[in-house]
């Protein structure tokens, strides 16, 4: 069953399982939204179920945080479309939604999906895959980023601004214990300071000086390059023979693929033809060398010999 009821805010609350980092929606952060409402009034209702046994709310969000808000700080009704779900049922659905907006951040859901386990929604991280569509590989991705310590997350500005792959960078350098206590120290002194830089330099700042680098040769730590929009779009491993290009795989379409799989060959194929031609001609070159050595060789030794001959020659008695 479903309808859209037009209700006060103030009597709606929000789901305990709601992704977002609601000390993070602020008059500042929504102010898109509160432009958006005051000119065009709300476009897409939230997502609700009743609430029972609880006087001081009717209604309970399942997905809407920022637009809850947003009707609160202009004290205007709020649309939401009412449905009756279960936990597991309104999970899908939340993750569903915010897969399609793409403006939950992969701090946020990791957190999320860690939460689910705690509270047994799912007894493990590949149930948790099955039931929202996605693979058990990166439901694992976005777990680590949950498990970033306070310390760390604290120098951002905002957690959300801990994209997936710089958090991947951040949970590994955490694990090495030698590295451990010197991005403590360098998190700890970009809170002190103040103001927060862009999240990249606070990436750079936090990993500055911390080396992969170690007896066997592991190779120093892989290069965030990131969009217009700070956000990480692919990264590169430097190897001890090799460079790979990392690009998240939810991310890249196969008409994406052949494009970039035609721009390395574009970039590429020159440069190993000029390489195969300056190796073929430092090959002759070298192989004329080892003629002229040769001949040297062969002269002077000849020339010994006759000398040894003359030398012998005059000595006969």
């Known amino acids: ?86 936990d597991r049922e309104a999970i899908v659905v939340l993750d569903i939604e915010n897969r399609q907006r793409q403006d939950v951040s992969p701090y946020e859901r990791g957190c999320s999906y860690q939460n689910w386990l705690r509270c047994n929604y799912f007894q493990s991280q590949e149930e948790i895959a099955r039931a929202i569509g996605v693979s058990a590989s990166q439901v694992s991705r976005l777990i680590k980023l949950a498990r970033i310590p306070p310390v760390i997350v604290n120098a951002f500005r905002s957690p959300r601004e801990i994209c997936e792959t710089w958090g991947l960078d951040l949970y590994e350098a955490w694990q090495d214990m030698d590295r451990r206590r010197s991005i403590a120290r360098r998190a700890r002194a970009l809170v002190e300071r103040g103001e927060r830089p862009p999240p990249e330099k606070v990436l750079q700042e936090l990993l500055s000086g911390c080396e992969r680098a170690r007896s066997n040769g592991r190779a120093m730590r892989d290069e965030v390059v990131p969009g217009f929009n700070g956000r990480a779009l692919f990264r590169i491993r430097y190897q001890p023979r090799t460079v790979a290009f990392m690009v998240p795989a939810e991310s890249l379409s196969s008409a994406a693929l052949t494009r970039i799989k035609s721009a390395l060959v ?52």
């Open 1 to 86: 069953m479903r309808e859209i009821v037009a209700v006060s805010p103030f009597r709606c609350r929000i789901w305990s399982e709601h992704e977002r980092l609601h000390e993070h929606i602020t008059e500042e952060s929504c102010k898109a939204e509160i432009q958006s409402f005051t000119s065009h009034g709300q476009l897409l209702p939230v997502l609700g179920r009743p609430v029972r046994n609880d006087s001081a709310y009717d209604i309970e969000l399942v997905y809407g945080a920022r637009r809850l808000f947003v009707a609160r700080h202009l004290n205007v009704p709020l649309l939401v479309e009412l449905r009756e779900l279960s």
């Open 266 to 317: 574009d970039l590429l194929q020159p440069a190993m033809t000029q390489a195969a031609a300056e190796t073929e001609d430092l090959s002759q070159r070298r192989s004329q060398m080892r003629k002229v050595l040769d001949y040297s060789v062969a002269s002077r030794t000849s020339s010994a010999l006759r000398s040894d001959d003359m030398v012998s020659i005059s000595h006969q008695p």
